[in-house]
Structure formats: C-alpha cells, structure tokens
C-alpha cells in the first residue's frame, strides 16, 4: 500500500541552525510528493512539491528533493527562524484523488 | 477571498447526538475531502468527492455520511457521535488533476462526552 513515515518530533532549534527533516514513503508508481506546513490555530498549506524524480521542489528558503532510488523527500532549510515554527506534513498523491500525509514534525525554533 | 470555509469552528457533542460540519469553497473546484486529525497520526481521509452528485469513501468513513448537491458545498455528517471522533476535522478542496495542491479550511474542533 501506499504510505509515508516522517521522523518522529518535536524538533528544536536555535535560530540560524540548519533543518532537516527525514520523510521517506512507500508507493505503487509514480506519485508525487508534497510538504504542507500548519501554523498554531490553521489549516495546512502547501510549502513545496514535486512531481517526478529528481525533481527539486522549493519556496521561502526550503527544499526538497525528489530521490525515487531510496524512496525520500527530506525536508531542509539552511537557516530557520523563530517564525518556521509549525507543524511538517510530508504527503504523496499516488496518482489518483487521495492525498496521503504522514504524522507530521513539529517544529521549534528559539530565539 | 473567501477559499474554503468551515463551520463551526468548536462543537461539544453527547454521545449519541447527530450534527452536520459545513464546508464550502468559493473556488469552483471539483474534489473536495474531509480529514480528521489525531495526535501522532497526521491526517486521515473519512471521505471525498470529485465532483457534484460522486462521493467515496476514505480511510476511515465509519460513522460518517457526505454528500455533495453543489459543486461548492460538501457536509460531513455524524449520526451518532462516540467520544472516539473526538478530533480536529479539516475540508479541503482542489482543482481536478494530479500533483493539484490541497486549499484548507482552518478546521472544526469536536468533542464528544
């Protein structure tokens, strides 16, 4: 079946470390693959995506790439900020209508 | 610049009670989902539509009725509440196709006693 695992949080750092966060997934085909972020009190929205292996999805200084050889999509940033704190979705779309997240990462950076 | 709204924002419920969670979205899209979220487990799909008149069931639909009249709005109903749907519930909608980003509400806060 189709699946993903994201590594287990809460994460905290300072502010200025590097993030990453792991998520790696299990699927039939070809899916594409997605970060949603969920600040406190709101819905999800999306971060990044990609579509295709090798593929590398970015927006407000995160990346992710799509790597089909050992199934991953971590998530990284080289400097985060107090306001990056939020909750990490990593998802994959395999193909049909049905969106598929993992647990979610929280996130927590200090001042 | 509405998106997609949901309503109420927080609801106590008895066990045994029904009620009706409304989503509707301004942005003519045709799929339409409902989430639940649980601590640990992300987010589950209970049901979805891809379009007015077809809805399926998702991962986890026991104790959940849809339906989808309108293209713009698609209800979740609970028939008779259990203090296990107790959870954040969030609608989101998209544009038909694949690698289409979902548009969320800000979710619906239940609590069932």
């Known amino acids: 079946g189709n699946s993903v695992t994201q590594m287990e949080g809460p994460v905290t750092l300072s502010e200025e470390a590097f993030l990453t966060i792991n998520c790696t997934y299990t699927a039939t085909g070809y899916p594409s693959l997605f970060w949603y972020v969920q600040y406190p009190g709101e819905g999800l929205q999306l971060l990044l995506k990609?579509?295709?292996?090798?593929d590398k999805g970015s927006n407000k200084g995160f990346e992710a790439t799509y790597r089909k050889e050992t199934t991953s999509f971590h998530l990284e940033k080289g400097s985060v900020q107090v306001s990056d704190s939020a909750v990490y979705f990593c998802?994959?779309?395999?193909?049909?209508?049905?969106?598929?997240f993992g647990a979610g990462t929280r996130l927590f950076v200090k001042a | 610049n509405a998106g997609v709204t949901q309503t109420p924002k927080f609801q106590v419920l008895k066990t045994g009670q029904s009620m009706t969670l409304q989503c509707a979205q301004d942005m003519n899209h045709e799929y339409m989902s409902w989430y639940r979220q649980d601590p640990g487990m992300g987010l589950r799909l209970i049901h979805y539509?891809?379009?007015?008149?077809?809805?399926d069931q998702g991962e986890v639909p026991n104790g959940y009725n849809v339906s989808r009249s309108t293209t713009e709005d698609f209800p979740l109903r609970l028939l008779s509440a259990a203090p296990s749907q107790t959870s954040v519930y969030f609608c989101?909608?998209?544009?038909?196709?694949?690698?289409?980003?979902?548009?969320f509400g800000s979710g619906t806060q239940l609590s069932v006693l």
């Open positions: 998802a994959l779309t395999p193909g049909g209508f049905k969106t598929i």
């Open positions: 989101a909608s998209s544009h038909r196709g694949l690698a289409e980003k979902l548009f």
């Open positions: 990609a579509t295709k292996a090798d």
């Open positions: 539509s891809v379009g007015a008149g077809i809805t």
